[in-house]
C-alpha cells in the first residue's frame, strides 16, 4: 500500500523502515527541510495546513497515518474525507487538547491528578485552592518533551508561570509518585487489541533518558490495570493503531498522565526487544493487516542520544548494543537516535548499559540514574 | 556515510534498511526501472558500464559496495580509483569467472568436486572422461539461480547442453550429496571475522526455496572446517564486507560449490533469527565500523516468495513470521520477497513452516520438502 504520514521526523523514519519489508511505500508531509524521513520515502515539503499540498497527498496514497500529534486535527480531518485516516482524527481532538484528555480518562474512570482548567488570570488562586502546591501549570495544546510547563512551589511563581505561559492552561497537583510507566497498545480496525510489555521510563529536564522493558518488580495487578485503561480508551477512540499512555506508579496505584496518539518514544525499545515493533504493529493496524502478538525476548534497555552524538564506533563495539541514528543536525535538547540494549539476563543488561551510559556521557549520573 | 551500490535489487533494499539506522544515506546504481531499492536511496539509473553514471555515483558517495556479483568488474576497478570500493574488485575477478574460482579454492586446499575447463567443442570428449557421468555443465561466467547450466546423463546430452550454453564453459562431476550448506562470513578491514551459523538450504528448479539455521545435525568438526574455509578465502581475498560460500556436505566431508562476494539469499534469516543481520554486518564492514558478533536467537527458517504472492494477511497472522517483501511484479520464477519463521524449539518451527509452506503453496511438496 502507499501509505502517507503527517511528519517526517524519527517516529516516520521507523514506521518506514519498519513498514517498508512489508511491502508499503512511504510519503511524508513535513515542513521542515531534510527531515529524519527523507531517506525512506517522497517528502511533500509543505505546512501541515497547506491545502493544495494535503491534496497532493491525498491523490498519492491509500491511507494516512502521523507521527506527530499536533499537526492541525482540520487537516486529519480534511484528508478524511478523501482517504482513510488512522488513527481516527477524533483521537487528535481527544489529546490535543489537556483539558479534553483528561476528561476522557474520568468519564473511562482512569485515575487522574487532582487538575483544573485555567482559562483567565483571575481563575489562579481558586485553580491552586483546588490543586495545592506544588502544583504543575501546563498550557493545554502543543507542549512536549517537557516544554510549555513549569513546576511551581509559591503562588507568586505559579503567577509568574501562568503570565509565561499565556492563556489556555491547566494547574495539576506535583503529585510524588514512584516511577513513571508506559504501556502501548495497538488496535486494529478489527477491534482486535494487543499490549506491549509495561516500560519504565527515566526522564531528565522533560526529556526522556532511558526506558527499561519489560518493567522490572511489576505486579501482575499494575499490569492488568494497565492492559485495562489501554483498552478502555482504544475502544473509545475507536482506535486504529499505536497508542501510549504515560502512567504515574504511587503506591501501588497508577495515574494517567497523558496520551500519545502515535507510536511512541518509550516504546522504540521493541524493535530489538520484540518479535514485531510498535512501527510494525501500527502499520499493520493502518493497512488491515493481523497485528503481530508482541513479547519481549529479553531484558532490554533503551537510550536516547540527546544533544551530541557519542563515539559511534565505540558504542558499535558493545555487546548486545543496536544502534538507531535518524541523521539530525546535533543540537541542545535534541533527539538525535537512541541505542536499543538487549541482555540475556538483567544484570548483564545493567552492565551493558552501564558502559554504554559513560559512552553517551551523560551527565550527572545521581541524578540520572538510569538503573532499575 | 554516503554509500554507494551497484545493484538496486532486493539485497540493495535489505541493506539499506538495515544501514539506514546506522546512519547512513544510499544511492543506487541500477539499469532497470523501479528497482526495488528505490524505497530506500536515490537511483542512478543507467547501466553498470555507463561512464557518466559511474562518475556521478563517485561524486556522490563516501564508499561503493555491491549487492550483485556480475556487475563488470571494470566498473568497479574504475570506481576504486575515485573512492574506497568493498568487497576489493579482485573479489570479483575470483568469483565471476568458475574456472577462477575452483583454482582459488584447489590454491588454499578447500576441497572442489573434480572439474575441466571447456574451452573448445573437441575438449568434451576428454572432459567427460575426466569428470564422468552424469555431469553438469556449465558456463564459466553469469550463471546464477540455476540458469546456465544443465546437468546431462550421456555423451549426446552433453553436446547440445554445451552447444546450447555457447563457450567457455566448465564440466563438474555431477556428485551425490547429503545436503547444501552455506556459510556467511563478514571480515572488516582491520583483519577481524565473524560467521554466522550454518544453513541447510533447500532448491528446487535451480532457486533456493528454503532455508533452516541453525543447519541442524552439523557435527562441530564440520562447522569448524566451514568457518576455515571462510577464514581462509576472505583472508587471501583481502576481504571487507559479507561473503558466502556453498557447501555441498558429502559423507561427514564439505566440497564448495561457489562463492558469492556479497550478501546472500542463505543469510537472509539472520534479519530476525540473529542479533545482528548480514546487511547490518556487510554495512559494518564496509563503513569501517567494528563487526557485531552474530548469535542465533532461536530455530529459524527462511521461505522465499517465488513467482507469485501468497494471501499476505493470512501468512501475516501466523505466530511467529516475519515478512520482507520486494515491492516486485510477479513474474515465474521471480524472487518476490522472502518469510522468516522463528520458533521457540525446533518442533515449532516445523510446524509453523509446515503452515506456511501451505500458504506459499508450494506444489510438488514431495520434491521440495522444506522439512530438515
Known amino acids: ?68 500529534e499536533n499537526v492541525p486535527a482540520a487537516s486529519a480531518h480534511l484528508l478524511a474525507e478523501r482517504v482513510p485516516v488512522f488513527p481516527p482524527p477524533a483521537s487528535l481532538d481527544a489529546t490535543q487538547d489537556r483539558l479534553a484528555e483528561k476528561r476522557l480518562f474520568e468519564e473511562l474512570g482512569i485515575p487522574v491528578v487532582p487538575y483544573r482548567a ?5 481563575e489562579l488562586g481558586d485553580a491552586l485552592d483546588a490543586v495545592g502546591l506544588p502544583a504543575v501549570i501546563k498550557t493545554r495544546r ?21 503570565t509565561a505561559l499565556g492563556l489556555g492552561l491547566i494547574a495539576e497537583s506535583h503529585i510524588s509518585f514512584e516511577r513513571e510507566l508506559s504501556v502501548i ?9 494487543v499490549c506491549y510489555p509495561l516500560t519504565e521510563n527515566h526522564h531528565r529536564g522533560g526529556i526522556l533518558r532511558a526506558s527499561w522493558a519489560p518493567a522490572p518488580a511489576l505486579t501482575r495487578a ?32 497508577l495515574v494517567a498522565n497523558e496520551i500519545a496518539p502515535r507510536v511512541h518514544n518509550s516504546g522504540h525499545w521493541t524493535l530489538d526487544g520484540t518479535q514485531a515493533s510498535q512501527f510494525e504493529n501500527h502499520i499493520r493496524a493502518v493497512t488491515g493487516l493481523p497485528l503481530a502478538v508482541p513479547r519481549a525476548r ?11 552524538m557519542p563515539d559511534v564506533t565505540a558504542v558499535a563495539a558493545l555487546p548486545g548494543v543496536h544502534l538507531h541514528l535518524y541523521d539530525k543536525d546535533p ?6 537516535g537512541h541505542v536499543n540494549v538487549v541482555g540475556a539476563t538483567r544484570e548483564t543488561l545493567v552492565e551493558r548499559v552501564d558502559r554504554l551510559e559513560r559512552l553517551l556521557r551523560l551527565a550527572d549520573r545521581k541524578e540520572s540514574s538510569l538503573r532499575c
Request: net charge negative; aromatic share 6%.
Open 1 to 68: 500500500m502507499r501509505i502517507g504520514v503527517l511528519g517526517g521526523g524519527q517516529l516516520g523514519r521507523m514506521l518506514a523502515l519498519e513498514g517498508i519489508p512489508l511491502g508499503n511505500r512511504f510519503t511524508f508531509l513535513e515542513p521542515s527541510p531534510h527531515p529524519p524521513a527523507a531517506a525512506v520515502g517522497t517528502v511533500i515539503s509543505a505546512p501541515y495546513d497547506d491545502l493544495a499540498a494535503l491534496d497532493r497527498l491525498a491523490d498519492a496514497v491509500d491511507v494516512v497515518t502521523y507521527e506527530f
Open 118 to 122: 485555567l482559562d483567565a488570570p483571575a
Open 142 to 162: 502543543f507542549g512536549y518533551d517537557g516544554k510549555g510547563q513549569a513546576v511551581v512551589r509559591t503562588a507568586e511563581e505559579a503567577e509568574r508561570a501562568a
Open 185 to 193: 497498545g495497538v488496535r486494529a480496525a478489527d477491534g482486535s487489541r
Open 222 to 253: 499494575l499490569l492488568r490495570t494497565a492492559e485495562r485503561y489501554a483498552a478502555l480508551l482504544m475502544d473509545r477512540l475507536e482506535y486504529v493503531g499505536v497508542l501510549a499512555i504515560e502512567l504515574f506508579e504511587s503506591n501501588d496505584r
Open 298 to 308: 529479553a531484558p532490554t534497555a533503551m537510550l536516547n542520544i540527546i544533544g551530541e
Open 331 to 336: 543540537r541542545p535538547g535534541r533527539k538525535l
